[in-house]
């Protein structure tokens, strides 16, 4: 039934990427989300399964709620074989994230969906990575947040722009 929802309403599902699942990715998919129509739905995912089951880290949630993102429900998941016939588009956070979830998909077609987040959002090479802040502080993540809503606003306007030709 959900599928067939999917269908006629012409939904279009995007997974954004990172190694655990627990920083980057569900704050890009709680921003992303916000910044898109109805007909999109964002997913998360890692490619670790370190941290499967766990709710995102409490900076991370904490930074959300600073800006009225709640990711606090969200739980850690590793990336499988079928999201990449599930989604549409797979965002990758960083240069060895894309390299693994290019290492994981099957064919070419699943290959083309794998995307740099930040290249989609029309970063240049050098400046196409979404650090890392797991180790770092609360300000890390506060940086984090505002280069994911940037790119956020620009992969919308993107998908704004092409629906319109
Ligand atoms: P994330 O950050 O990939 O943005 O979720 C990390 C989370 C956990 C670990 C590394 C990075 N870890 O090594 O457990």
Same mark, same amino acid.
């Given at each position: 039934m959900q599928k067939l929802l999917e269908k006629e309403i012409d939904m279009t599902k995007i997974l954004v990427v990172c190694?655990?699942? !627990?920083?980057r990715s569900p704050l890009a998919e709680g921003i992303l989300q916000s910044r898109l129509p109805n007909h999109f739905t964002v997913d998360s995912a890692g490619? !670790?399964?370190?941290?499967?089951?766990c709710h995102p880290d409490q900076r991370a949630i904490k930074i959300g709620q600073r800006y009225g993102?709640? !990711?606090?429900l969200q739980q850690s998941r590793p990336i499988v074989a079928a999201d990449f016939q599930e989604y549409d588009h797979i965002y990758c956070m960083d240069i060895s994230v894309y390299q693994k979830v290019q290492s994981l998909a099957g064919n070419d077609a699943e290959r083309r969906k794998v995307k740099l987040f930040l290249e989609e959002a029309g970063y240049t090479k050098g400046h196409n990575e979404v650090p890392d802040?797991?180790?770092?502080t609360l300000a890390d993540f506060d940086e984090v947040y505002h280069l994911l809503v940037d790119a956020s606003d620009k992969i919308a306007e993107k998908f704004r722009t092409e629906s319109q030709k």
């Amino acid at each position: 039934m959900q599928k067939l929802l999917e269908k006629e309403i012409d939904m279009t599902k995007i997974l954004v990427v990172c190694l655990g699942n !627990i920083c980057r990715s569900p704050l890009a998919e709680g921003i992303l989300q916000s910044r898109l129509p109805n007909h999109f739905t964002v997913d998360s995912a890692g490619t !670790i399964s370190m941290h499967e089951g766990c709710h995102p880290d409490q900076r991370a949630i904490k930074i959300g709620q600073r800006y009225g993102v709640d !990711i606090s429900l969200q739980q850690s998941r590793p990336i499988v074989a079928a999201d990449f016939q599930e989604y549409d588009h797979i965002y990758c956070m960083d240069i060895s994230v894309y390299q693994k979830v290019q290492s994981l998909a099957g064919n070419d077609a699943e290959r083309r969906k794998v995307k740099l987040f930040l290249e989609e959002a029309g970063y240049t090479k050098g400046h196409n990575e979404v650090p890392d802040p797991y180790w770092g502080t609360l300000a890390d993540f506060d940086e984090v947040y505002h280069l994911l809503v940037d790119a956020s606003d620009k992969i919308a306007e993107k998908f704004r722009t092409e629906s319109q030709k």
